[in-house]
């Protein structure tokens, strides 16, 4: 049952994909920030490969894990300078179509999986310790999606979720996703709070299109990648909307660093299989201050090292060391940003 559900998911995710038409940043004469990648970053075991690498997160002590799709869903774990420690929750029920791996502030793992609608949290250990959503039933056979497109949003059902983010207090907060269209908080013991958005996508304010990517600042604000409306979403703790940012073209996820003055990343990516033309106007991530200004941004599409082929999801622990996951290159990379380089080549 498990290989029909993966055989069967697949198209549906393409065909979905291939909906969205990409759009070009309407910000104009962005510095460019240089940057670097470092060769060879990770170090796989003989024998042991990375698929689609579509969630990537670092705990407190560096290490780093990334969340693949390939002839199974895995999630790994290397330490800080990419050597592999391990691998987490092999062959677990939760794990089916990878979207997202988040680390939060406890060191705990949250893996965010799109073909079981279900948010698991790992303890340290590699434990799970609660599990968000609920797998559809192999005793219903099988199905193309569930819930079904357009059924009323439950309160502890999921729809394709693609990602979670936690405030200071511990409340939980799921962008869900492919189904729904909708932001969910839960308490810190996953008890359901509120929700904005709902089942069907919309493109008014507080409405979503593919909520694809979320963050939390250090004040409780939550950023929402509104990936097929075109921009990014912002709320208050209670859900509430504050903003709109709507110049950064298709927000396909978003990383907040931490810190005294935390700065804000988005990824304009360019769609999955790369249609003709995407390229030209795609690729790049901006780096930004949480109220919207844009400070410069980084990359171009390419398969070449360097480059980027579909950014699913980055992390941004340290602002100027930013890690992405890459859907189509198989592949993640971490980046040194120069920043101080991009403000004195702008002063001239």
């Known amino acids: 049952m498990r290989q029909l559900f993966v055989s069967y998911l697949i198209p549906v995710m393409l065909f979905g994909s291939s909906a969205f038409a990409q759009t070009k940043a309407k910000a104009q004469n962005v510095p460019e920030i240089p940057y670097e990648s470092v060769p060879n970053f990770l170090k796989f075991p003989a024998g042991l490969y990375l698929g689609e690498a579509m969630g990537v997160a670092t705990n407190s002590k560096g290490h780093i894990f990334v969340y693949t799709r390939s002839a199974n869903t895995r999630l790994f774990e290397f330490d800080q300078n990419g050597k592999y420690v391990r691998e987490i929750g092999e062959g677990n029920y939760g794990f089916e179509f990878a979207h997202s791996v988040r680390v939060d502030p406890e060191d705990n793992i949250w893996a965010v999986d799109e073909g079981t609608n279900m948010v698991l949290k790992f303890n340290p250990a590699g434990r799970i310790v609660m599990v968000l959503g609920h797998r559809p039933d192999a005793v219903a056979g099988l199905v193309a999606q569930s819930p079904p497109p357009g059924a009323p949003a439950e309160k502890y059902i999921l729809g394709r979720p693609t990602d979670v983010a936690w405030d200071a207090q511990g409340s939980i907060f799921v962008s869900d996703g492919y189904i729904n269209h909708r932001v969910v908080k839960y308490d810190k013991n996953g008890r359901f709070l509120k929700k904005v958005g709902s089942e069907k996508p919309g493109s008014e304010p507080s409405q979503f299109n593919t909520p694809h990517g979320i963050a939390v600042d250090a004040q409780g604000n939550v950023y929402v990648a509104d990936r097929a409306n075109h921009r990014m979403q912002v709320f208050d703790n209670n859900l509430e909307r504050k903003a709109i940012y709507d110049n950064i073209g298709d927000s396909w996820t978003v990383c907040i660093s931490p810190g005294p003055h935390q700065y804000l ?18 690729g790049e991530i901006y780096k930004m201050e949480l109220d919207g200004t844009i400070l410069g941004k980084f990359g171009h599409a390419s398969k070449a090292f360097g480059g980027f082929q579909v950014v699913h999801m980055m992390d941004c622990r340290n602002p100027n060391e930013i890690i992405v996951a890459e859907i189509e290159s198989w592949r993640v990379q971490k980046l040194i940003l120069k920043p101080q380089a991009a403000r004195i080549s702008a002063s001239r």
């Open 265 to 282: 990343f988005t990824s304009n990516s360019n769609p999955n299989g790369n249609p003709p033309g995407s390229w030209d106007i795609t």
